[in-house]
């Protein structure tokens, strides 16, 4: 294992500092989704987090150890680039701390992320499609507005807070085989795999990933990063970006296999969500689901009973639902 950008330390931290803010999120179980895979499964209810996704410890414990030393906070300005779900939880996290966000988002995210961004204080910027325009967009605001810029998934005290997650779920079920959690900038799997392995050095992590955007499977293969050239077409819109590099080596060295799954496999999960278990659970949380339900993970020994799969979020755009299900 090479030299990493955050310690078990820093996760050890982050679960005092997100305590007061933060809900110790659920565990849920089904005997029907347990018939459907072969195994005991238990769903990390993220969706149930404030702002509805895991996205709100990573920017809590960020935000925090940023400004809450700092008496005068009025010229204290922060801008990232999301898909909905982070640009939520830092424009909540801002308005708490007294300090301005910016979130660059695509002009053709769905209006229910903007509006749920917008409505939680945040000031959004649009830009065009693509890692290129998003970047180019984050850098002209935080020079125009002096603001710090903060990665959804890249930011070590981001990945720290994210990676509360894995103590949590080993505190409410310690003897579990294996977690799946879903990847995209790969923050959340990167800091579950920093406490899960620490806690319990022989648990396996898998990660889950839309077959339409699956530059960690490719990279997993390859054994280097191998970004994605465009902007991938998948339901699952919170896994649109690639692996990045502070947190490719933890995935690399800590993750058992990458777990990839078709479009019709996340809506099936989706469906299976609302139908068995009376959740409203986003394409990207389902992403893990259809993983577990996957001929590839019930091919793994059997001697992986007891599954932790994290639902990380739930917010869902409702309009397009329909159109998923038919």
């Known amino acids: 294992m090479g030299e990493y950008c955050l310690t078990y ?16 999120t659920p565990i849920m179980t089904s005997k029907t989704m347990d018939g459907l895979a072969g195994r005991e499964l ?34 204290i300005k ?7 779900n982070f640009g939520q939880a830092l424009g909540l996290i801002a308005r708490m701390k007294k300090i301005q966000a910016f979130v660059v988002m695509q002009n053709n995210t769905s209006q229910s992320k903007i509006s749920a961004v917008e409505g939680y204080g945040a000031k959004v910027v649009f830009c065009e499609p693509g890692e290129k325009a998003k970047e180019a967009m984050k850098n002209k605001v935080a020079e125009e507005q ?14 720290a807070g994210a990676g509360t997650l894995g103590i949590e779920i080993l505190n409410q079920v310690p003897d579990l085989d294996a977690i799946v959690a879903p990847v995209s900038g790969g923050g959340m799997l990167a800091g ?55 947190t490719w080596p933890i995935i690399k060295d800590n993750v058992e296999d990458v777990i990839t799954v078709t479009e019709e ?21 389902c ?21 932790g799969i994290i639902l990380s979020g739930g917010n869902l755009d409702l309009s397009k639902l329909s159109t998923w299900l038919r």
């Open 192 to 246: 579950i795999c920093i406490a899960a392995k620490h806690i319990k050095p022989d648990i396996k992590i898998f990660a889950a990933e839309p077959l339409n955007a699956d530059d960690c499977a490719k990279s997993f293969a390859a054994k280097k990063r191998i970004p994605l050239p465009d902007v991938p077409d998948t339901i699952a819109d919170g896994l649109r970006a690639s692996v990045g590099p502070n």
């Open 9 to 24: 330390k820093d996760v050890e931290e982050a679960v005092e500092r997100i305590k007061p803010a933060a809900h110790v």
């Open 287 to 307: 992403v893990a689901v259809a993983a577990v339900l996957s001929d590839k993970f019930k091919a793994l020994p059997s001697s992986i009973k007891r599954v």
């Open 42 to 75: 238990f769903f990390k209810c993220e969706l149930f987090q404030k702002c509805g996704a895991f996205k709100f410890r990573g920017a809590y414990n960020a935000l925090s150890k940023l400004v809450d030393n700092v008496e005068d906070r009025s010229g």
């Open 265 to 285: 496999q996340i809506v099936q999960a989706i469906k299976l969500m609302l139908e068995r278990m009376k959740i409203c659970v986003e394409p990207s949380a």
């Open 78 to 84: 922060v801008v990232t680039y999301s898909s909905g």
């Open 146 to 159: 002096d603001a710090i810029y903060i990665s959804t998934s890249q930011n070590p005290d981001i990945i």
